[in-house]
Structures are given as structure tokens and as C-alpha cells.
């Protein structure tokens, strides 16, 4: 029998926008809400308490526990539990601006929670917003969480993964300007996709036959070549080739007319592009939907909303991404625990 763990991380994200905020309001809401769920922040002790005592005006206390402690000793139940790993005290901190001093720390704190899942020592961890600015310009490795925990886990197959209870989707291409995604998609790489777009739907969110649709690239799916032939030449024969092996995916279909109604009849939609996927996701859940990577051997979801600098140090960001996050972080490991013991 494998072991349950209920810890799960928090990365405080960057310390200038809306991500310390959510990240203590999230911890707080667990700690109240009597789930088997233990939030576990990886940021800066004095700013979580910071945030706490001056923006959410909240007296909850902090307890600082040390990177190279034992959770199970050091976690405080009735306590907002914070692994300190900040190198700044943020006292002059400006919100809303970005600061590229701010950009190893945030990077640290999302190496440290991989270090963390590896080793066991916690279930899995939700990502609070980072500047892609003020990381490049910190010097940090990578821009984005993505292709940081990519490198971070050595693992070069890995998928952008948008959760909602309306919809699931996926991204062929992640973060490439639009002129280079039709020279990305080849049948080998889409064919990949969708083979760990299949595999986590049974692994991670107990779907055994999961239902897929592909979307065509191209508008109207191409109209049989006339307005470009990646559905003909690429799109087509990689559905045909999960078809003959037993699995339910149909397409290519035009994006247009199937996010109108058609998009219901399925469990998993493959897009190829981000906005292709982004925008009618965030019109239909931006306040309840979890971006998860898939793929990597860690679990990792995150909110789908950025940094949120207009409104960083008010008080007034929402939670909800992230508390979705955090839930679908514990019901992956828990669903890939099942997967295990069978």
C-alpha cells in the first residue's frame, strides 16, 4: 500500500504582484476548512506576515518552518506554514512594478517545491504568478514556470493542461510567437501530445476512455486544403492513427463553430495554438480554472490569471484560481496513488 501525503506547496510567486496575497488567503481558507489538505508556502516568511498583518488584515499566525526540517514535526495545523527561502526583506517593496531583483527568489522558490516533490516530502504544489518580464531581466533561467520545471525535471514531454468542470483542454504549442507554430506541429510531436494528453486524463483525473477532439489549425479547419493543408497532411493522419489503435479522437475540427456547442461532447479538447485555447477557456472559467503541467513526474498546477499588478497590495485579488489549484494539485496525487496500487 502506498501512503497518502496531504501536504501540498504554495509558491508566493512574485513578491511585487498578487501572489503572496493568494498564496496566504489560499493557506488560510485550508486551514478553516477542515480538509486532510496541509498548504505548505514556499516564499518569504516576513512578507507572508507582512501581507497577513497589513493588506488582508488578518491576525492568523505564521510559523516558519526550516528547508531542511521534517514537515511532519514541523507543520503547525492551526498555523499558516511558511518554508522561508527569501534572500530580500521586501520592506520597500512597490506593488504593482516590476522589480528584476525580485527574480531569483521568485526562481528559488519554485526549485525548492520541485526538490520537495521529488523527494516525497510533499504531495504536490500550486504556482503563484510570475512576471516573465522580471524574470528574463533577473537573470532567472527561464521566463515562465513551464519550461523551468521542464529543465528543473529533466523532462522534455510535457503539456499545458487547462482544468475546469466545463471544460479540459490542452496547447500543442506553448509560448512561440504564432508565425512559428505551423512549423512546430509535425505528426510525431502532435502524435505525443496526445499520447500524454491520454495517459494523464486516466492517471491524473480517473478518466479510463476519455473522449477527444482535435482542433484543425487552420480557419475552417482548412476547407479540404483550400486555406492551408496542416489538417490534410498532419492533423488527419494522426487522429487516424489513434483511431486504428482503439481510441476516441475525432477531428479536425474548425475552432469556431466547435467552442459554440460541440465542445461539451468531449472530455479532452486539443488545441494548437494558445489563444486558440485561452480565450474561450477563460471566458468560460477564469475565476474556477487550473492550469496543470502534465507529463512531468512531479505534479504542478497553478491559476490562469498573471501577476495582477493593477490590483497587487489592495486586498481585493481573488482566490478562487488558486484554491482550485491547490485541490486539484491533492486530487491528482491522489487519483496517481490508485493508479499505483492497481
Known amino acids: 500500500m502506498f501512503e497518502e501525503n496531504s501536504f501540498i506547496g504554495i509558491t508566493m510567486g512574485d513578491p511585487a504582484g498578487i501572489g503572496p496575497e493568494i498564496a496566504a488567503k489560499s493557506a488560510e481558507y485550508f486551514i478553516k476548512a477542515g480538509t486532510p489538505i496541509k498548504p505548505v508556502i514556499f516564499g518569504s516568511f516576513k512578507h507572508i506576515d507582512h501581507v497577513l498583518k497589513n493588506i ?68 504536490g504544489f500550486a504556482t503563484a504568478p510570475i512576471n516573465k518580464e522580471m524574470m528574463i531581466r533577473g537573470g532567472a533561467k527561464f521566463g515562465g514556470h513551464t519550461e523551468l520545471l521542464g529543465h528543473l525535471t529533466s523532462s522534455k514531454d510535457y503539456v499545458m493542461l487547462f482544468y475546469s468542470k466545463k471544460i479540459i ?62 489538417e490534410i497532411d498532419i492533423i488527419s493522419p494522426v487522429i487516424a492513427g489513434f483511431r486504428n489503435k482503439g481510441f476516441f479522437v475525432e477531428g479536425p475540427f474548425p475552432s469556431d463553430s466547435f467552442f459554440a456547442v460541440k465542445y461539451k461532447d468531449y472530455d479532452l479538447i486539443v488545441s494548437m495554438y494558445h489563444d486558440q485555447a485561452l480565450i474561450p477557456f477563460k471566458l468560460l472559467s477564469f ?56
Open 56 to 123: 488582508i488584515k488578518r491576525d492568523a499566525p505564521v510559523n516558519l518552518i526550516r528547508q531542511d526540517s521534517s514537515l511532519e514535526y514541523s507543520y503547525k495545523n492551526t498555523h499558516i506554514n511558511v518554508i522561508d527561502l527569501s534572500s530580500k526583506s521586501y520592506q520597500s517593496l512597490k506593488y504593482g512594478e516590476i522589480n528584476p531583483e525580485y527574480a531569483k527568489d521568485a526562481e528559488s522558490f519554485i526549485s525548492a517545491a520541485v526538490d520537495f516533490s521529488l523527494s516525497g516530502r510533499i504531495a
Open 169 to 230: 483542454i490542452v496547447i500543442a504549442t506553448i509560448h512561440i510567437p504564432l508565425s512559428m507554430v505551423s512549423k512546430s506541429i509535425t505528426k510525431e510531436y502532435l502524435k505525443n501530445i496526445i499520447k500524454i494528453s491520454i495517459l494523464s486524463m486516466t492517471n491524473d483525473f480517473g478518466i479510463k476512455e476519455p473522449k477527444v477532439a482535435v482542433l484543425g489549425l487552420n480557419p475552417h479547419a482548412g476547407e479540404n486544403g483550400e486555406i492551408g493543408t496542416e
Open 287 to 342: 475565476d474556477e480554472g487550473v492550469n496543470v503541467t502534465i507529463g512531468l513526474k512531479i505534479i504542478r498546477t497553478s491559476p490562469v490569471h498573471g501577476t495582477a499588478y493593477d490590483i497587487a497590495g489592495k486586498n481585493v485579488a481573488d482566490y478562487g484560481s488558486m484554491k482550485e489549484s491547490i485541490k486539484m494539485a491533492y486530487e491528482i496525487s491522489k487519483n496517481r496513488l490508485k493508479w499505483k496500487e492497481k
